[in-house]
Nanobody, 129 residues
Framework: VQLQASGGGLAQPGDSLRLSCAASGFTEDDYSLGWFRQAPGKEREGVACLSHEFNTTYYADSVKGRFTLSRDNAKNMLYLQMNNLKPEDTGVYFC???????????????????????WGQGTLVTVSS
């Protein structure tokens, strides 16, 4: 499994950014994809996760209503649209996967990051005025 994240950058509060993740290597559809982030000096946390098999999503409370997951199955791409960015959204964002994925997608995003099956390289998002 390979996960390639891109799209980070510098944004001002209130701006939008879209992260992309190119996912490959899956031979079955029973996987989940998600974004974890690590803010400076903090532990990694699940932000938004999607079950490819069940087409369900989960968002952390801190991003609910501002971040939206979408996917392009033909291109094997996962996107995270981040609107109304806040300084506390600053961090390195990682595209991740559990394969097989959990039946309840919240499990993927709320699990200990050490339990996540696959990690891509991170992309830095900095929100600052």
């Amino acid at each position: 499994v390979q996960l390639q994240a891109s799209g980070g950058g510098l944004a001002q509060p209130g701006d939008s950014l879209r992260l992309s993740c190119a996912a490959s290597g899956f031979t079955e559809d029973d996987y989940s994809l998600g974004w974890f982030r690590q803010a400076p000096g903090k532990e990694r946390e699940g932000v938004a996760c999607l079950s490819h098999e069940f087409n369900t999503t989960y968002y952390a409370d801190s991003v609910k209503g501002r971040f939206t997951l979408s996917r392009d199955n033909a291109k094997n791409m996962l996107y995270l649209q981040m609107n109304n960015l806040k300084p506390e959204d600053t961090g390195v964002y990682f595209c991740t996967s559990d394969w097989p994925g959990p039946r309840t997608i919240a499990t993927m995003c709320t699990q200990n990051p050490g339990q996540v099956d696959y990690w891509g390289q991170g992309t830095l998002v900095t929100v600052s005025s």
